[in-house]
């Protein structure tokens, strides 16, 4: 009998491979502290302070030994664990290779110790497939959570690991998608950037690995105030030098000379380019493991039609057949050709005809040939390639009898059993990274790829970056040596039309629509049918709930029919349970819905997934998760929905999106949503709902510096507000308009807008649009130089918020009010409101909000001449409105931090941030911070004595402040 028990995920317990019952949330958090303190006393006030926390019931001591005594109970029957109670307080006796925590720690430490890479490799990736989840998935108490942030830590350490291990084997090719992944996740690890950097480097790309540099040099300046440390910036150095101590190095002689035995493998693919990972990983494989492990027999090499499955298993064939002195043998299946499959029984008679068997001595029967092949076998070191297998039946009787042979599978399926019976490693192929692709093309086509690089990457993304096809548009582009790339690329742009190109002269192994036609034809008629369906999503993948509803099955059949689909790699599962297809498949299985469902099961099919879209997104603040992950798929559904007819779902789907968007998701991406939505209201006549899409669509912008464009849009939802007598409606886009020539510079204009939106709001009886105008009308003022004025206008909105309860919006104005010189007093005041706010919005997860919230704090802390901690808000802030695409607030806290570390001495840094915004403020229109740019210049060239280099921005920043009127 085992027992296993894991905290790095659920804590569970596993008794002869069944769970064990541990009962509920608080009884398992007692348990989880066990097994991390196993063998080690836990005294009864630490575990009650580790379970409860600050909250500890009346009589928790008494629980407490309840649970102990249920938990006895639970593992009495795993053979060497015990609780038991010691002097020093209750101790679990387990076997700590038992508990998954103490296994990957005793995992890392050996590799750490290990004698070679290849040995580290292996035990850091056994270490790390033991997390299933966060540690104590479900469990939350102060010391489970600090405990919880602990084994993160050391879990990104061991990755951290890995990839330093995997880089030195050379699998920067195989590393870089998680890398950049993690990058992206950890901007500000300067270790991870240098492994991102250096993998980018190795596999050519020079240039991304100088931005990648670049890039983290900026966060940190931004969020840390520091440059990268030593070690990255004498990485860089190399990069840029192309350093050869860079390179992987190269261990081994000479290659053993082969002996006349068969070598059956086919010519080596012309111009083959790529697949360092892939190829890395095929050779680790080859390495014989320790102790009593039997040898690999069987690899597996699985994935897609036409992404080189076949070309990569030759390739690595003939580089490593040295290894394998008895010889090669090789046949192709042709398990989803549209001939005949091969039949086992005449591949086992290729095989022993080359291993020289005289042809009477070939058995008739498959099993007796099966039989007589792994004799032949016995002994000799050879390597298999079967190739194009559609089933486990199709390879089992050609697989060897003896561990001296390799056998090499390509297969479209996943093959579940290969690995689950016989013991087969699987190595999944994915589409070329694009440098290799385009790579590819440019040993196929020449210097015509250098020429037009950005119609060269274009042609390989309507490719899809698989092999097979860009092959195939190479054949098109030299056979059409005088058409510009650029034109191929846009006769390539229809799908449909795609397909139709991609036909290399009619022969069925090389034409796309037939590659991908062979794996279709094996589907069973439902797996066949969602494939088909999905073809007309229109977005890039789907979750088990969107298929669902697409194809009106039940969520398990259709994750049940996704598995079909996975293992005959025509979609591809990826992360957060969603499914994909690349561009080719999609287009293929578009056509085939076209051809095989009538419109009006189509039209069915779409009409379903759009209700399931707007029913999940019906409440965006319960809802938030699953919008987020969803955005780029929701926004592809709007943009078709608008085109395809289907208004009144995109209308209110973008409506939803909006107000998600809004709260800190990415202005471009919104502006795409909102402009369907415009154009969905449009065709339908709803003027109301095209006059909403219209007001946020002029938020937007403005939110982009369009300002311009703001104000256009604006006007138009005006005259739709008007015609529809709508003067609620109408206050809100006349303060908005306002809010557009406050940027542009044109106060009176602005003063004029606001002081109507006032009136609007009042007659409407609005008390926050009343005083959100009475903001803005003080905001004028200041700007003009009324402070008198400004203050009364700010003292009369905070009445009317107090009257309101709306904290942030107090916390607003009285941040406004401490700024003026006359209202000094009111800082502590609105730096105390502001951080409360500063966590409600944070809470809430509104990111614009907190950008906003955050430079409202640091101007308050600056007058306080808390300068540190002004700019390190500021800093946030700025990251937020980037990530954000908030081009007129990022161009506001450019100059509001340059102000703040000219005041703090840092004067080459604000002259930075001042050049930064002046460029910023230029391109978008804003005349003003365009002046307080240059003001801001002025005093850190001052500041650092560059006199002569003031007096320009100086005489700038005057001349426009008395175009604006404004008073400095």
């Keep these: 009998m085992t027992a296993e028990f894991g905290v790095l995920g659920t804590v569970e317990a596993r008794i002869d491979g069944r769970s064990a019952d541990l009962g509920h949330a608080r009884q398992r958090c007692v348990l989880g502290v066990l097994l991390v303190e196993a063998g080690r006393p836990v005294t009864v006030d630490q575990l009650i302070d580790r379970v409860w926390g600050a909250h500890v019931p009346q009589r928790a001591a008494g629980a ?22 010691d002097p020093g307080g209750y101790l679990l006796t387990v076997d700590p290779q038992a508990v998954d925590l103490h296994r990957f720690r005793d995992l890392m430490t050996s590799a750490r110790a290990a004698e070679s890479d290849r040995v580290a490799a292996d035990l850091i990736t056994e270490a790390l497939g033991l997390w299933r989840a966060e540690p104590f998935a479900g469990l939350d108490t102060p010391w489970l959570g600090a405990m919880r942030r602990t084994l993160l830590a050391e879990r990104f350490a061991a990755e951290l690991d890995r990839n330093d291990v995997l880089l030195r084997l050379g699998r920067h090719g195989e590393l870089l998608p998680a890398l950049s992944a993690a990058v992206a ?36 300046a931004d969020e840390l105030g520091s440059d990268p440390g030593v070690a990255l910036r004498a990485l860089h150095e190399q990069i840029l030098v192309a350093s050869p101590s860079l390179d992987v190095a190269v261990a081994g002689g000479p290659p053993a000379t082969a002996t006349l035995v068969p070598a059956q493998l086919p010519a080596d693919v012309r111009a083959f380019t790529g697949r360092t990972g892939e190829l890395a990983a095929l050779d680790r494989l080859l390495v014989a493991p320790g102790g009593d492990e039997p040898p690999l027999t069987v690899v597996l090499l699985s994935g897609t039609a036409g992404v080189g499955k076949s070309a990569l298993a030759i390739r690595w064939g003939h580089r490593v057949r040295d290894s394998f002195p008895d010889g090669q043998l090789y046949v192709n299946l042709r398990g989803y050709d549209a001939e005949q499959p091969v039949a086992v029984a005449d591949a086992l008679a290729g095989f022993l005809t080359a291993l020289g068997v005289r042809g009477p001595e070939i058995p008739p029967g498959t099993d007796e040939r099966a039989g007589r092949y792994r004799s032949e076998l016995t002994g000799r070191r050879m390597l298999v390639l079967l190739d194009n297998a559609s089933s486990v039946e199709q390879v089992r009787p050609l697989l060897p009898g003896t561990g001296s042979c390799l056998v090499l599978v390509t297969s479209r399926d996943s093959l579940p059993g290969m690995v689950a019976v016989h013991g087969a490693e699987r190595v999944n192929l994915d589409l070329l ?128 029919l996704l598995g079909v689909l996975t293992r005959a790699s025509l979609v591809q599962a990826g992360r957060g349970g969603r499914y994909g297809m690349h561009d080719l498949l999609r287009a293929y299985a578009a056509e085939l819905a076209v051809g095989q469902e009538p419109e009006v099961e189509r039209r069915a099919a779409l009409d379903r997934l759009f209700d399931h879209c707007l029913a999940a997104a019906g409440d965006p603040d319960s809802a938030r998760d699953w919008i987020e992950a969803e955005r780029s798929n929701l926004a592809a559904i709007c943009v078709y929905g608008a085109a395809h007819g289907w208004y009144r779902h995109t209308v209110e789907l973008a409506d939803s999106l909006f107000h998600h968007l809004d709260a800190g998701g990415p202005v471009a991406e919104a502006v795409t949503v909102t402009a369907a939505a415009v154009s969905a209201a449009s065709a339908t ?238 391109e978008i229109g804003d005349r003003y911070e365009t002046a307080r740019a240059h003001d801001g210049l002025a005093a850190a060239s001052r500041a650092a004595g560059d006199l002569a280099g003031a007096r320009p921005h100086v005489e700038q920043a005057r001349r426009i402040y008395a175009d604006l009127r404004v008073h400095q």
């Design 433 to 560: 990274p694009l440098p290799d692709a385009l790579a590819l093309l440019r040993k196929l086509i020449g210097v015509r790829v250098d020429a037009e690089p950005a119609a060269a990457e274009a042609l390989a993304a309507a490719c899809a970056r698989l092999p097979l096809a860009l092959r195939i548009a190479a054949e098109l582009a030299a056979e059409r040596a005088d058409v510009p790339l650029a034109e191929l690329v846009a006769e390539l742009g229809d799908y449909r039309g795609r397909l139709d190109l991609l036909d290399a002269g009619g022969d069925p192994r090389a034409e796309v629509r037939a590659v991908f036609s062979w794996s279709y034809q094996n589907l069973p008629a439902a797996a066949a049918r969602v494939f088909r369906l999905l073809g007309l999503h229109p977005g890039e993948s789907a979750d088990v709930g969107a298929v669902a509803a697409l194809t009106g099955t039940a969520p398990g059949e259709a994750r049940r």
């Design 685 to 922: 006549g709803d003027r109301a709902a095209q006059a909403r899409s219209l007001s946020q669509l002029g938020r937007l912008h403005r939110r982009q510096g369009r300002l311009h464009e703001a104000a256009a849009t604006y006007r138009r939802a005006l005259d739709l507000y008007a015609q529809l007598s709508s003067p609620a409606a109408s206050a809100l886009v006349v303060r908005n308009l306002g809010s557009v020539y406050w940027r542009l510079g044109d106060y009176r204009e602005a003063a004029s807008h606001y002081r109507q939106a006032w009136e609007l709001y009042t007659d409407a009886g609005d008390k926050a649009g009343q005083a959100d105008a009475l903001v803005r009308l003080g905001l004028v003022d200041g700007r003009l130089g009324d402070q008198v004025r400004a203050a009364e206008r700010f003292g009369s909105a905070l009445e009317l918020y107090a009257g309101l309860g709306d904290r942030f919006s107090e916390a607003y104005v009285l941040s406004l009010l401490a700024r003026l010189p006359q209202h000094p007093a009111g800082l502590d005041r609105a730096a105390a409101e502001l951080e409360r706010s500063l966590g409600a919005v944070r809470r809430a997860g509104d990111r614009t909000a907190e950008a906003y919230a955050l430079t409202d704090l640091a101007a308050v802390q600056a007058r306080q001449g808390r300068l540190g901690e002004a700019a390190a808000q500021l800093r946030r802030a700025l990251v937020l409105h980037q990530r954000i695409g908030d081009r007129a607030s990022e161009a506001e806290a450019l100059n509001d931090l340059g102000q703040v570390l000219c005041a703090a001495g840092e004067a080459a840094e604000a002259r930075v941030r001042h050049g930064q915004a002046l460029e910023l403020a230029e």
């Design 64 to 85: 407490l030994y309840s649970y102990l005594s249920r938990l006895r109970r639970a593992v009495a029957a795993a053979p060497g664990v015990e609780i038991r109670r």
């Design 185 to 220: 996740e950890h901007p500000l690890d300067e270790r991870l950037a240098g492994q991102a950097m250096l993998a980018l480097y190795r596999c050519g790309r020079q240039a991304d690995a100088d931005e990648q540099y670049r890039r983290i040099r900026r966060s940190l």
